[in-house]
């Protein structure tokens, strides 16, 4: 148990770090080259990955009460594995998950009414007339930038031929590379995590 709680706490707090820094330091499309292949990025995701929103305000109240009965699945699910004396893997990949999936979940619940919005400007905190958003209805901070390659592609590629392709273009955060971290590492050792 103390492990699980361990990497929970320790991915949390680099992924609410690295966003409240984001956040209170950079506005909206805001970028920091790092290398000519990475960057810090400024974006907000109002819903789901790639930028895909369910609804509106209800469609938005909807995945973010379905965001925490999933994190509630994923504790009894750690904590019934962590009872059945699972392996090390398995204990990383389920706490990775269980860590992303808290990360981005506080974005929703609080980061709305914690910041003002961040358009041409830094978010300040605790703004006197609220912040951007009610409860439950804040945006997802997004901010690492990988774009590998950029260029146009070749001609004689069907349908993309000629266009201008930039790879790898999604942003996102480090609650998402612990998520996909710790569903690819229960992929990768299945065998052994689901005996």
Do not use: C
């Not at 699980?4 to 992924?15: K, Q, R, Y």
């Not at 810090?40 to 509106?56: K, R, S």
């Amino acid at each position: 148990m103390r492990k699980a709680l361990l990497i929970v706490l320790g991915t949390l707090f680099i992924d609410q770090a690295l966003k409240l820094w984001v956040k209170s330091t950079m506005y909206l499309g805001q970028s920091h080259e790092i290398t000519s292949w990475f960057y810090i990025h400024f974006t907000e995701n109002p819903g789901m990955a790639f930028g895909l929103e369910l609804g509106g305000v209800a469609g938005k109240l909807a995945l973010t009460i379905f965001r925490i009965l999933a994190i509630a699945g994923i504790i009894y699910w750690l904590r019934g594995i962590l009872n059945k004396g699972a392996s090390n893997v398995a204990v990383w990949g389920i706490s990775l998950i269980l860590a992303g999936a808290i990360g981005n979940v506080l974005d929703s619940l609080y980061y709305g009414p914690l910041f003002s919005d961040s358009l041409g400007r830094v978010a300040e905190i605790l703004p006197a007339n609220g912040g951007y958003a009610p409860v439950l209805q804040g945006k997802v901070v997004d901010m690492l930038y990988f774009p590998l390659f950029a260029g146009e592609l070749p001609s004689w590629i069907p349908i993309w031929g000629g266009e201008y392709f930039t790879f790898f273009r999604p942003i996102f955060n480090i609650a998402d590379v612990a998520i996909s971290t710790g569903v690819g590492i229960l992929f990768v050792f299945q065998r052994g995590v689901f005996k």
